[in-house]
């Protein structure tokens, strides 16, 4: 196995911590940061010299999000899960990076939002949208080449739309 790309999500949208149930912070937390550990730990075993691990974040990990409170907590963590795993592979040769995206259009940011609420997504960028997939996926390309990012490791990169800062 050359490249392990983590990439699953769940979020739900909740007004105040009052609402958000023990039972959405666990399914959040095991679908978010827990399966990362877990995909990490199996493919290791498959993975040689020149390997890369690459996972999904978010701007919501690095400046929080005021709804979406258990979601932002774990982007916060797959930053640092990809840091401190960077740091703990390093010597076997396998790289461990983070692409870290503001609003992408993807089936997971329209799941629980009213259609008139979606319709504004993205627009508080510079650029005035969201993302699309296909504009992200050579960050992830990027960090899955051995030839363009043998040097890299440990990195979390933002996209943002314009944007020039994070955190």
């Avoid at 870290?100 to 949208?129: C, Y």
Wanted: glycine letters at 8%; hydrophobic letters at 40%.
């Amino acid at each position: 196995m050359d490249v392990l790309v983590n990439n699953a999500a769940f979020q739900q949208h909740q007004k105040g911590i009052e609402d958000v149930s023990e039972e959405q912070w666990d399914r959040t937390f095991k679908t978010n940061i827990y399966a990362y550990f877990h995909m990490s730990k199996a493919a290791l075993e498959h993975m040689r010299e020149g390997s890369a691990i690459v996972n999904t974040g978010s701007i919501t990990g690095l400046e929080g999000s005021k709804e979406l409170l258990d979601y932002s907590a774990t982007k916060g963590a797959i930053h640092a899960f990809t840091k401190s795993l960077a740091q703990n592979l390093v010597e076997r040769g396998i790289r461990v990076n983070c692409v870290a995206p503001g609003p992408v259009w993807t089936p997971l940011n329209p799941s629980d939002k009213k259609a008139e609420d979606v319709a504004e997504f993205g627009a508080d960028t510079p650029m005035k949208r969201p993302a699309q997939p296909e504009e992200i996926a050579p960050a992830f390309v990027y960090f899955a080449s051995e030839i363009d990012s043998s040097y890299v490791t440990g990195e979390v990169l933002t996209l943002l739309g314009g944007e020039t800062t994070a955190g």
